[in-house]
C-alpha cells in the first residue's frame, strides 16, 4: 500500500508562483514514475507533468515552460513547481504513483487546491 500526501495548494494571484509537494510513505521512486494531474470544475482529470524512474519527464503543452516536476529520494517527495500562473491553472491538483508492473494499482493522493485569481 502506498500513501500520497499532497501539500503546498493555495490562492495566489496570476504570475504569481506556487510550489507543491507529494511525499510518498516509502521509497518508490524505482518502482513507479510519479504524476501530477489536475481537475478543474466540469472537466476531466488531466496530466500536468511526470517524471519515471529513470528521471524523464513530460508535460502538458499548456504547461510547458512554466512547470517543473522534481523529486527527492531522500525525502521520497516529488515537488510541482508552477510559475506564471494563469487563471486557467485553477483545479485541484493530485499526484500519483504509477507502478512500472501493470499488474499493481494506481495510487492517488487526496488533492490539494490551487486557485489562481486577483
Known amino acids: 500500500q502506498v500513501q500520497l500526501v499532497e501539500s503546498g495548494g493555495g490562492l495566489v494571484q496570476p504570475g504569481g508562483s506556487l510550489r507543491l509537494s507529494c511525499a510518498a510513505s516509502g521509497s518508490i521512486f524505482s518502482r513507479y514514475a510519479m504524476g501530477w494531474y489536475r481537475q478543474a470544475p466540469g472537466k476531466q482529470r488531466e496530466l500536468v507533468a511526470r517524471i519515471t524512474n529513470a528521471r524523464n519527464t513530460n508535460y502538458a503543452d499548456s504547461v510547458r515552460g512554466r512547470f517543473t516536476i522534481t523529486r527527492d529520494k531522500t525525502k521520497n517527495t516529488v515537488y510541482l513547481q508552477m510559475n506564471s500562473l494563469k487563471p486557467e491553472d485553477t483545479a485541484v491538483y493530485y499526484c500519483?504513483?504509477?507502478?512500472?508492473?501493470?499488474?499493481?494499482?494506481?495510487?492517488w493522493g487526496q488533492g490539494t487546491q490551487v486557485t489562481v485569481s486577483s
Open positions: 500519483s504513483a504509477d507502478p512500472l508492473n501493470p499488474s499493481l494499482n494506481i495510487y
